[in-house]
Nanobody, 123 residues
Framework: VQLQASGGGMVQAGGSLRLSCAAS????????VGWFRQAPGKERAFVAR????????YYADSVKGRFTISRDNTRSTVYLHMNSLEPEDTAVYYC?????????????????WGQGTQVTVSS
């Protein structure tokens, strides 16, 4: 499966952005999807995931209450709605997919990655 992320940009602290990740290719298979991010000089870290059936979500503590993940299976697209953005949220955001019910939270265990989209939050 191929993943195409979009929606990044520059925003002031307190602002909002919505990231999108469109899947193509073997979308007939079932995948768990989610988002990771990588800030300069840091390792790639888990942000959010949504279960295959979209019945449950899970967030990193640092974004809980500010970010919301959702998926539209009819469009093979997953979204990350980011509110109350902080400078610490500045990073390249990657969408991820894995052929399982739930997405692993360790990057080494992920099968598919999007190309990344830059999010910059200024203070």
């Amino acid at each position: 499966v191929q993943l195409q992320a979009s929606g990044g940009g520059m925003v002031q602290a307190g602002g909002s952005l919505r990231l999108s990740c469109a899947a193509s290719g073997r979308t007939d298979r079932n995948y768990a999807v989610g988002w990771f991010r990588q800030a300069p000089g840091k390792e790639r870290a888990f942000v959010a995931r949504i279960y295959l059936t979209a019945s449950s979500t899970y967030y990193a503590d640092s974004v809980k209450g500010r970010f919301t993940i959702s998926r539209d299976n009819t469009r093979s697209t997953v979204y990350l709605h980011m509110n109350s953005l902080e400078p610490e949220d500045t990073a390249v955001y990657y969408c991820a997919a894995h052929p399982s019910i739930t997405l692993p939270t360790m990057p080494d265990n992920i099968d598919y990655w999007g190309q990344g989209t830059q999010v910059t939050v200024s203070s």
